[in-house]
């Protein structure tokens, strides 16, 4: 008998510009992944998302620009087979300068062509989506 999969709930902001996508790694890893995280109890999508990207990159959101990008499920990197991660994405604006947080040792802005090995599955899922859809190069 086959065990339903487990799944971590994921959020995650994509961020372009000048058509790369912003991803993060973090202290100790060596895979990049999309920054965001997990909401805590009673949380809504948009205040974890937000207080995710104060903790992650130093910045703050602004509210009225999130939208919903997308949701990318798969295999969740570096956990036992059979546990999946579903990442609720989503687009916005923000103030600040992206600088990295303690928990984040790089920030790095990709291209279509980054080596998949960098990539955790979801991140190589939302890379390929942006470049069918000719958000990045």
């Not at 912003?22 to 949380?43: C, D, M």
């Not at 999508?45 to 703050?60: G, P, Y």
């Not at 600040?96 to 960098?118: M, N, Q, R």
């Amino acid at each position: 008998m086959a065990l339903s999969p487990t799944f971590i709930d994921k959020l995650a902001l994509i961020l372009v510009h000048n058509r790369k996508q912003l991803v993060a790694r973090s202290r100790g890893k060596n895979v990049f992944f999309t920054p965001g995280g997990k909401r805590e109890p009673g949380e809504s999508d948009e205040d974890a998302l937000c207080r995710e990207c104060s903790e992650e990159l130093t910045v703050d959101l602004i509210r009225p620009s999130i939208k919903p990008y997308g949701v990318f499920q798969a295999q969740a990197f570096g956990k036992p087979e059979g546990t999946m991660v579903r990442m609720t994405c989503y687009e916005a604006d923000y103030k600040g300068t992206l600088t990295p947080s303690e928990e984040v040792e790089e920030l790095c802005w990709i291209a279509s062509d980054f080596p998949h090995d960098k990539l955790s599955v979801t991140g190589i899922m939302i890379l390929d989506d942006l470049k069918v859809k000719g958000l990045i190069d």
